[in-house]
């Protein structure tokens, strides 16, 4: 293996055109992912510009200036601020907010869940960036920050803004899309000339069917994504260079920033109030931040400076050459300076281009959502998987539906994309602030620069803030919707999280103790049946308060004990061989064991029916290792509780693992009552699409000597398996104490419990067949 420092001149051509050729075919497809919306844009643009606020200032000098305002724009928030330095603030190769905000919880003690532990530093992907030196001491600003929770708080907050705010993309930016695209069927003189409702009707009629289709999965049109875009940034630098030396060459000269002075002298307030206008020329520029997992940055860098920067500046620069000669086409200006023979073939590419930026903020929005859940911010939702071989491309029914319907209530609501765009470039705005409020935390404690570095970088929140105030004077012309979009998802988030640690916190400081489960010995004073119990907590240390009631009221028990927790950790992936965590709870004679199971906020659940298997082999693998390695053994002057290894079930050699077949099993099936067979069988008939493999475990008959007290333990775990396995989860109700204070009940009796009721329920999350599952009712009062 070569070494991680060599350079890239000691690599072999081979591998260098091999690399190079990878970043050529990364940058094609990341056209049809990342940029359908940031080059729909020209779209509508100079409408949203000039009309309203500059109706007055529609002049020559107004459209050189409004140019040169695009032009700088481009230039300074995608291309120098997120090309050169937020594409290299990647988390594992992933981006986004929820990216630097696990980036953050990792460099520091922001997470407001007290659920991570030691075990999850050692992390491949845990470890990723720059170490902070041991004998380096934290700074103040991180003391500070880490030390008051109304700040992590805060910070939580920030994030969910952000997350709120790209959910609401994905409402708004199809209905904009797509009615701008069709907008030209209205043009007088080159298009069908049809009426408002008329053409209202064909965007909502392509809006149902592209929310209709996204059931299916984004892989089998992906193909044709790319082409699209590349065929709509040719046609619009083709159209732009036609106006530039047909309309007018001198608009070359607005790429002065002169111009910017010069337009701001002249209109004042109003040129102020139109840059809620001008930054609906950057929307969709957060997209090749957060898409940064399917890509690399290079490709994505490529991608913009080799083809849509220099095509969008042209687009631009060349509907301003027109509209400095026609100055009364504002209202339709991009599709009335297409030259007339090549209009349809614009059309028809722009509508189809419309579509593809659309569907890219939708997958967008379900990855949005689906971190949010690993994060404990977003109530369970059904997840597909829309591709086998594709990772990542996922479908939330409820999500899909529910943006469907907003999208159609802001279409027919507002019918006007002047309205629509104001909450369109509120939406944009806030996500790019807020990146670069966060960007700056990640150079101080992740990059740890100096904050000099950080305050360098806060200009662009400045810049940004300029654009951010404009938008926010268009709140009562209908940049609202995104204010209530945001406030209504960041409550429905927030709410969930706080009820969630709430709930946590209960379990945390009611554990059962262990001197109490020490006292009751072996058979913890209950009868003890064959068979393995998976008792599923949300705790990751100790033994939740769950289980004495399950105890008390439970007349027996199985022999093995597992306690089962299923977290996420801030960490994008988690390697399938660092996912188990396994340990022993009491000594070995009570037969109880801990298991967690470590997902990263990227990582998808799959029920491959497989799990009982990973887990019974895990277990194994921890018995034969503890009786090897001495730190892991039981001792009186120890804890019995807190000792965790990591097991890979790929390296298993503990058990033997063979195909279980109705010859080999019928001594185990006649133990069984016939209904519990009857019962399993119909199970499976309903469920065909999951098919759990039978397996048998067996010891090895040949290998090293093992130690008896080790070999019966094995045995028993053996036989404990093919008795069968029961799920044991708490169906737990929460509410708040009496003494709360109204505001809390409100959250926690109205507000989460609804949530609760109407959400996913935790075993069908967690994929538990419901034919082995055993719940027990428990009431939390927070």
């Not at 199809?174 to 209205?186: E, F, K, T």
């Not at 400076?305 to 060349?318: K, W």
């Not at 614009?346 to 281009?353: E, K, N, Q």
């Not at 071989?389 to 027919?412: C, D, K, R, S």
């Amino acid at each position: 293996m070569e070494p991680e420092s060599g350079t890239l001149p000691s690599r072999s051509p081979s591998q260098f055109f091999l690399n190079l050729s990878r970043n050529l075919l990364l940058a094609y497809q990341s056209f049809g992912v990342v940029y359908g919306d940031l080059s729909t844009s020209p779209l509508y643009v100079y409408r949203s510009v000039f009309l309203g606020d500059l109706t007055d200032y529609q002049t020559p000098d107004a459209i050189f200036g409004a140019f040169s305002l695009i032009f700088w724009t481009l230039t300074l928030i995608p291309l120098l601020k997120y090309v050169f330095i937020v594409l290299s603030a990647d988390d594992n190769g992933e981006g986004g907010t929820i990216a630097l905000y696990s980036l953050l919880c990792r460099h520091a003690k922001f997470s407001l869940l007290p659920n991570q532990q030691a075990a999850d530093e050692e992390l491949l992907s845990y470890k990723y960036g720059p170490s902070q030196p041991t004998s380096q001491s934290p700074s103040p600003l991180k003391r500070f920050l880490e030390k008051h929770k109304k700040l992590r708080t805060a910070l939580l907050i920030v994030v969910l803004l952000g997350a709120s705010m790209v959910i609401g993309d994905g409402v708004i930016t199809p209905a904009i899309s797509v009615m701008s695209a069709v907008s030209g069927l209205q043009v007088q003189g080159v298009g069908l000339e049809l009426s408002h409702g008329t053409v209202l009707l064909f965007a909502c009629v392509i809006l149902i069917g592209l929310f209709a289709l996204q059931h299916t999965g984004t892989q089998r049109v992906a193909i044709v994504f790319a082409p699209i875009v590349i065929l709509w940034l040719i046609s619009i630098c083709g159209i732009g260079l036609y106006n530039i030396i047909h309309w007018n060459p001198k608009i070359v000269y607005a790429l002065s920033p002169h111009y910017i002075i010069k337009f701001f002298r002249e209109t004042g307030r109003a040129g102020w109030l139109s840059l809620g206008g001008v930054l609906l020329s950057i929307t969709g520029t957060e997209a090749m931040f957060a898409d940064l997992g399917h890509f690399t940055a290079f490709s994505i860098r490529l991608a913009f400076v080799a083809a849509v920067y220099p095509c969008l500046v042209i687009q631009y620069m060349g509907q301003a050459a027109y509209l400095s000669k026609n100055i009364t086409s504002i209202h339709d200006s991009f599709y009335k300076s297409i030259p007339e023979p090549v209009f349809w073939p614009v059309f028809v590419i722009a509508t189809l281009a419309s579509v593809v930026g659309s569907q890219a903020i939708i997958s967008a929005t379900f990855s949005i959502v689906k971190q949010c859940h690993a994060l404990g911010c977003f109530p369970r939702v059904k997840i597909v998987h829309t591709s086998k071989h594709m990772f990542g491309q996922i479908y939330i029914p409820e999500i899909n539906w529910i943006l469907m319907v907003l999208t159609l209530l802001i279409a027919v609501g507002f019918q006007d994309t002047t309205l629509v765009g104001h909450a369109y470039g509120l939406a944009c705005m806030t996500v790019m602030f807020i990146t670069t409020f966060l960007m700056a935390l990640v150079i101080t404690f992740v990059w740890q620069k100096h904050i000099a570095y950080a305050t360098i970088f806060l200009v662009f929140a400045f810049i940004e803030g300029i654009y951010l105030s404009a938008a926010i004077m268009k709140v009562p012309q209908g940049g609202w919707v995104s204010l209530l979009l945001a406030f209504v998802f960041m409550v429905i988030m927030y709410v969930w999280h706080y009820g969630t640690r709430k709930k946590y916190n209960h379990d945390l400081h009611n554990k059962v103790s262990l001197k109490w489960l020490l006292g009751l010995g072996p058979s913890l004073g209950i009868v003890r049946v064959p068979g393995i119990g998976l008792i599923y907590s949300e705790l990751a240390t100790g033994v939740p308060p769950i289980f004495s009631h399950f105890v008390t009221n439970l007349p027996a028990f199985h022999n093995v004990l597992v306690f089962v927790c299923v977290k996420h950790v801030p960490v994008p992936f988690v390697l399938p061989e660092e996912r188990f965590l396994i340990g022993r709870i009491c000594p070995r004679p009570y037969r109880m064991y801990r298991c967690i199971v470590r997902y990263g906020y990227k990582d998808i659940q799959r029920d491959d029916g497989n799990f009982e298997n990973q887990l019974i082999q895990s277990i194994a693998e921890f018995i034969q290792m503890e009786a090897v390695e001495p730190r892991l053994s039981t001792s009186e002057n120890t804890s019995f509780d807190g000792r965790m290894a990591v097991i890979s079930t790929r390296s298993n050699t503990t058990l033997t693992v063979s195909d279980q077949l109705d010859s080999t099993s019928s001594a185990i099936q006649s133990s069984k009552s016939l209904m519990l067979q009857r019962l399993r069988s119909d199970y499976d008939d309903e469920n065909p699409q999951i098919r759990r493999r039978q397996v048998r475990f067996q010891l090895p008959s040949s290998g090293p000597v093992m130690d008896d007290a080790v070999r019966d333990e094995l045995l028993q775990l053996i036989q404990a398996k093919e008795a069968g396995v029961a799920y044991i989860m708490g169906h737990s109700y929460v509410k708040a104490r009496r003494s709360s204070s109204y505001l809390k009940k409100l959250v926690i009796d109205i507000g989460y419990s609804f949530l609760r009721k109407n959400c996913r329920g935790p075993a069908v999350a967690l994929h538990i067949p419901h034919i082995s599952l055993i719940e027990v009712g428990m009431i939390y009062y927070v």
